[in-house]
């Protein structure tokens, strides 16, 4: 059992590793992007700059909701998959930890 808590805590890891990833892809964008105060006025030039850019800001952020939502299930998973192996291990113990049985054992 401790090997299967171990490799759930690797997957809980590399998804959060990757929802970092995309964190600090939308940063870069939001930093590049949103460059002006909000009380600045946008002038005509950058109005036109924005509507250029419209689609390929839709497809970003239509791109990072769907890896929220893919890593939102994966954790989803994870979290089901500890809850099994917490239930199996309660089963097994009959409601006592490992520390407890080892404790005992002494």
């Not at 791109?63 to 089963?91: G, N, P, T, V």
Request: net charge negative; hydrophobic share 35%.
């Amino acid at each position: 059992m401790n090997w299967e808590i171990r490799n759930l805590f690797s997957e809980i890891e590399i998804v959060k590793e990757k929802i970092n990833d995309a964190v600090t892809s939308f940063g870069w964008f939001e930093d590049e992007y949103f460059i002006h105060e909000p009380s600045h006025v946008l002038s005509m030039n950058e109005v036109k700059i924005h509507g250029y850019k419209y689609h390929e800001h839709r497809i970003q952020i239509a791109q990072l909701c769907d890896l929220m939502h893919i890593y939102i299930e994966r954790l989803d998973k994870q979290i089901q998959e500890f809850k099994e192996i917490e239930k199996a291990s309660s089963a097994k113990f009959g409601d006592r930890t490992d520390n407890a049985k080892i404790n005992n054992n002494r």
